[in-house]
C-alpha cells in the first residue's frame, strides 16, 4: 500500500474509535451487538493490511474473561484494552507513514547529476534509463584513421566477452544528442576513451563519466604525449590494433570480474 491508502486506513481506525467514544458517552453498558460491529470493523481493516503486508495487523478476539457476568455485555476493562489496541495501531501506521514519506523524500535528494539531461515523463519527471550491463560506451575521436582503430581494436575486443557498445565519435552535440550520449553514459556497464588528440567530444564524455563515478578505461596511442592518467588502472597505451585488441580484452577481463 501506499502513503495514501494508509492514510485512509488510519482515518478508519479513528472513525472506530469516534463511534466508541460517543457510544459510551450515552451508555453505561456495552453491549454484544455494538462492539462486534466495532471489532469487526477493526478486524476486517487488519485483514486489509495483513493481505498487502506492508504492516502485519493482530485480529482481536473475545475470551470468556470478555464478557458480564450476565453475558449480554463487554466488561469495561475489556473494552479499554481493545481500545488501546486500536491506538496502538494508529501509531504504527502513522510511524510507517512517516517512515515511507521520508524514503520518499531521501530518493527525491539523491538526483542523478545527469538527470537534467535525460528525456522527461509528460509530468516533467526525468526517466532514467535501465542498466544495459553488457553495453560499453566507447567515445572515440571522429575521423576514419579513429574509426578503423575501432572496428580492428576496440570492437573485437568487446565481442570477446559478448559485449554490445554505444559508440559516441561526432563533434560536441546538440541538446538531442547529448540526451541520448548521457543516457547511455548512465546505462552502460563501463566506458571506453580513446584521448588521441583530445577530441573535444571525448573530454566531453570523460569529464561526465567522471562526474557520476562511471567505471572507465582510457586508450592513448604511443604517437601522443603521455598523460597523468596513465597511472590509472584502466589506462591502456597502445601501438596499433592488434595491440590494442590483446591489451583491451585483458583489462575488461580483470574490470568485468572485479565489478
Known sequence: MDVAQLSKLVDEFNYILAKISKYLKNNQYVYLRAFDSWKDSYNNLAAQLNADKTITVPTFRLSPIDYSATGKS??????????????????????KIEEM??????????KHPLEKFFHHASDGTPIVPPPAEQRIFVAI????????????GIQPALETHGL??????????????????????????????????????????????????KPLIILQSQNNVPLGE??????????????????????????LKTE
Open 164 to 213: 554490445s557498445f554505444f559508440r559516441a565519435d561526432r563533434s560536441l552535440p546538440d541538446d538531442a544528442a547529448l540526451c541520448e550520449l548521457c543516457q547511455e553514459l548512465h546505462s552502460c556497464r563501463l566506458a571506453i576513451f580513446n584521448l588521441s588528440g583530445q577530441a573535444p567530444n571525448v573530454m566531453l564524455a570523460l569529464g561526465l563519466a567522471y562526474g557520476i563515478g
Open 230 to 255: 596513465q597511472y590509472n588502472d584502466g589506462y591502456l597505451y597502445y601501438s596499433g590494433a592488434d595491440d590494442l585488441k590483446k591489451a583491451l580484452t585483458v583489462i575488461l577481463s580483470r574490470l
Open 74 to 95: 463487554i466488561r469495561m476493562a475489556s473494552v479499554e484494552k481493545f481500545v488501546k489496541t486500536i491506538n496502538h495501531q494508529v501509531d504504527r501506521l502513522q510511524n
Open 101 to 110: 514519506n521520508k524514503a520518499a523524500e531521501q530518493q527525491l535528494a539523491r
Open 141 to 152: 575521436p571522429p575521423g576514419e584513421e579513429d574509426l578503423k582503430l575501432f572496428w580492428h
